[in-house]
């Protein structure tokens, strides 16, 4: 059974590839930004990410993430229904 789905898909997406339409990841080689790295020569416009304020690279945002870090630790202990709500 497994063969023939197998088959299939890999049909599916043999033809989906003819047609162009097959999606390559990106890899992105440099930090968020407004233009980024995705190893092709010239940086490309970043009209995808969250980052439009570029808060991300922003010295301020970076110093206070470091700072909650030192104080909190990182990861996630649970939804907080379960452990709680953090201070």
């Given at each position: 059974m497994y063969g023939d789905l197998k088959t299939q898909l890999q049909t599916e997406l043999e033809e989906i590839?003819?047609?162009g339409l097959y999606k390559e990841e990106r890899v992105i080689e440099t930090p968020q930004a407004s233009k980024v790295g995705v190893?092709?020569?010239e940086p490309v416009l970043n009209m995808c990410a969250n980052n439009y304020l570029g808060l991300a690279s922003?010295?301020?945002i970076i110093a206070a993430a470091r700072e909650a870090l030192d104080?909190?630790?990182?990861?996630?202990?649970s939804v907080r229904f379960?452990?709680?709500?953090?201070k």
């Open positions: 590839r003819v047609a190893g092709r020569g922003h010295p301020e104080e909190w630790g990182y990861g996630l202990a379960i452990c709680g709500t953090q």
